[in-house]
């Protein structure tokens, strides 16, 4: 289970695109890397996942560079409900070790 | 996608005492975990619970204090015991990873406040 690094807060405006750079240097060649959303007094929340280059769905993106040692969630034009706590974790399921998260926080 | 639910949604308790919490998946998964998120923290995987098995705790977390049952392939439930205002968090159970989604799925959560 690799340990995940992420910047603890960051602020963003309404309509704009937001990158969230995860960094998990020591993650296996077995590991995904999944990233959660969390609102407050709710559960996490499954936004994407992936393995390698990019992976798309209605919600986000998610840019894996070829060492995997980092990866970036992308939020395209973000909206003042985008504001919660984001996740990165590497791993293989089952057993998830979270990280601080990111504090993301959109303003109007 | 799997749906958790958790009984109850909230609860205040009194130092000294116990208190189960249920966690029901709406289909047959392998394991079940449940965590711990505390105020303002992000969350501690307390344990592993397999059905017909004991369940694994991780470091800092113990039998005698989280209690955990997984009498079936579909619910699970932790005990936080003789509580004190230190167990007082938000406490979380989750399935295993869906073979179709692939993804793993969160419970809405338990908020303890103990007093």
């Known amino acids: 289970l690799a340990k995940t690094t992420q910047p603890i807060s960051m602020d963003s405006y309404e309509g704009q695109e937001v990158n969230i750079t995860c960094s998990h240097n020591?993650?296996?060649?077995?590991?995904?890397i999944t990233w959660y959303q969390q609102f407050p007094s709710q559960g996490p929340r499954f936004i994407i996942q992936?393995?390698?280059t990019k992976v798309t769905n209605e919600v986000a993106s998610l840019f894996i560079p070829a060492d995997r040692k980092s990866s970036t969630l992308s939020l395209p034009r973000v909206s003042l409900s985008d504001t919660a706590v984001y996740y990165c974790?590497?791993?293989?399921?089952?057993?998830?070790?979270f990280g601080q998260g990111t504090e993301l926080s959109v303003k109007p | 996608s799997a749906v958790i639910s958790q009984k109850p949604s909230r609860d205040i308790c009194q130092r000294g005492t116990s208190l189960t919490i249920q966690c029901q998946v709406d289909?047959?998964?392998?394991?079940m975990f449940w965590y711990r998120q505390q105020p303002g923290q992000s969350l501690t995987l307390i344990a592993t619970?397999?059905?017909?098995?004991?369940?694994?705790?991780e470091s800092g977390f113990v039998i005698d204090k989280f209690p955990i049952s997984r009498p079936n392939l579909t619910f699970s439930t932790l005990t936080v015991s003789n509580m004190s205002p230190e167990d007082s968090s938000i406490y979380l159970c989750?399935?295993?990873?869906?073979?179709?989604?692939?993804?793993?799925?969160f419970g809405p959560g338990t908020r303890l406040t103990v007093l």
């Open positions: 989750s399935s295993d990873r869906d073979p179709v989604t692939d993804t793993q799925y």
């Open positions: 992936g393995y390698k």
């Open positions: 974790l590497a791993g293989e399921g089952g057993k998830l070790i």
């Open positions: 289909s047959q998964v392998t394991m």
């Open positions: 619970a397999n059905q017909g098995s004991e369940a694994t705790y």
């Open positions: 020591n993650i296996a060649t077995n590991d995904y």
